[in-house]
């Protein structure tokens, strides 16, 4: 599975904008699905998860109630959509998927990766 996240780009703080996360010679339906992001000079922080039906989520202290993760199967995508931005949201953001099936906040437990998408929070 190959997956690539898009959306990414400047925002102005308390802004919204939707990520997205489409998988490519493979499917992300029976896969848990992470977002993950990293700021220049930091490691790759855990954002959302879901689980592979899309029933179960969660998310990173710092997003709650700010940021909804989802997933449509039929569209072999994963989305994040984020508001209510702020200065601190600026990262690249990635996104991950686990064959187990449901979504871990470590970076080790993913088993796909692909590149990120720079969201850029500034004024």
């Known amino acids: 599975v190959q997956l690539q996240a898009f959306g990414g780009g400047l925002v102005q703080p308390g802004g919204s904008v939707k990520l997205s996360c489409v998988a490519s010679?493979?499917?992300?339906?029976?896969?848990?699905m992470g977002w993950f992001r990293q700021a220049p000079g930091n490691v790759r922080d855990f954002v959302a998860g879901i689980n592979w039906s899309g029933r179960s989520t969660e998310y990173a202290d710092s997003v709650k109630g700010r940021f909804t993760i989802s997933r449509d199967n039929a569209k072999n995508t994963v989305y994040l959509q984020m508001n209510s931005v702020n200065p601190e949201d600026t990262a690249v953001y990635y996104c991950g998927g686990l064959r187990k099936g449901w979504s871990t906040p470590r970076v080790r437990d993913y088993d796909y990766w692909g590149p990120g998408t720079l969201v850029t929070v500034s004024s």
């Open positions: 010679r493979g499917a992300v339906s029976t896969l848990g």
